[in-house]
């Protein structure tokens, strides 16, 4: 999920959480998960606000190869 920036910052991205996990519950899902990238820290707070609990940190490694 991802919200363009002239949007952010408006509730957008908390809203559409909010509304699907409202969805999730109501088919009988008990939790949610999701990803986020260690250098996006304003979707971090957002997250946090609304509840959720890092579980698992994650590293990449990559290598350009030429």
Do not use: C, D
């Amino acid at each position: 999920m991802g919200v363009r920036p002239a949007w952010r910052g408006k509730g957008m991205g908390g809203g559409i959480l909010a509304r699907a996990m409202a969805s999730f519950t109501r088919v009988g899902l008990s939790e949610s998960a999701l990803e986020v990238a260690t250098n996006n820290p304003a979707a971090r707070r957002l997250y946090e606000r609304l509840g959720f609990q890092v579980r698992m940190s994650r590293h990449f490694w990559r290598k350009e190869l030429r």
